[in-house]
C-alpha cells in the first residue's frame, strides 16, 4: 500500500490539507506507516490531476492559501479496489536493528546509549497508545485492531531489549578497530 492509497484512506473519513495529513502521519499512523511532506504533498498533487481527489483554496490571513482535499467517488472506488488487495507486506524499515547489526564495531556505552534511546522511544509509543485508548470509542474496529497490534508490538520490543540488553560484548575486532 502506498501513500496515496493512505491518503486516499485518510480522506475518506472527510476532508484535509497536507498538513492534516501529515499530523495524522505522525500520531495515529506514527508507529507503522511513515510519510513526510515530501511524499504526501506529490501523493495529493498525483490523486487530484487523477480525479480521485478534489481541491479546494482556503484563504488565510497573512498566509498563502491553503489547499483542502476531498476524496471524490471515484477516489472512493479507487480505495475500495485497492483494499480488496490481499497480499500485503508487513515491512519494517528500522535504523535501530540496522545499527544493531554492527554492534561488535561499537563501544559497550555507544550500544548501551542506543538500548537506552530505543527503551525510552517505545515507551512514548505506549504513553500514546494510551492517549489513544482515552478517544478510542470513537475509533473503527479496524483502528482498535491497529492500535492493539502495534500496542503488542511495542511491548513485545521493550520487553525483548529489557531481557537482552546484556548479550552483547565488545570483540577484540572492535579493540583493534578503536586502537587505530
Known amino acids: 500500500m502506498d ?10 473519513d472527510g ?51 491553503r489547499k483542502v482535499y476531498r476524496i471524490t467517488d471515484s477516489g472512493l472506488a479507487h480505495l ?15 535504523e535501530f536493528l540496522a545499527a544493531m ?12 546509549a542506543i538500548l537506552d534511546k530505543r527503551v525510552a522511544e517505545l515507551t512514548r509509543y505506549l504513553d500514546m497508545f494510551d492517549e489513544f485508548d482515552a478517544c478510542s470509542g470513537e475509533w473503527t474496529d479496524g483502528m482498535r485492531f491497529v492500535c492493539g497490534f502495534g500496542r503488542a508490538i511495542t511491548e513485545a520490543s521493550k ?16 579493540k583493534q578497530t578503536a586502537a587505530r
Open 159 to 174: 520487553r525483548y531489549i529489557e531481557a537482552n540488553r546484556d548479550t552483547f560484548s565488545v570483540t577484540p575486532a572492535l
Open 15 to 65: 476532508e484535509a490539507s497536507g498538513y492534516d495529513l501529515k499530523k495524522q502521519f505522525e500520531s495515529t499512523f506514527g508507529h507503522f506507516f511513515a510519510a513526510g511532506y515530501g511524499s504526501i504533498y506529490p501523493a495529493l498533487s498525483s490523486l487530484h490531476a487523477d480525479g480521485l481527489v478534489d481541491c479546494r483554496e482556503v484563504a488565510q490571513d497573512g498566509k498563502p492559501d
Open 101 to 112: 547489526c554492527f554492534a561488535h564495531l561499537m563501544s559497550a556505552e555507544q550500544i548501551g
Open 80 to 94: 475500495r479496489e485497492a483494499l480488496g488487495e490481499t497480499n500485503l507486506s508487513h515491512r519494517v524499515r528500522s
Open 3 to 12: 501513500v496515496k492509497t493512505v491518503c486516499l484512506g485518510m480522506l475518506s
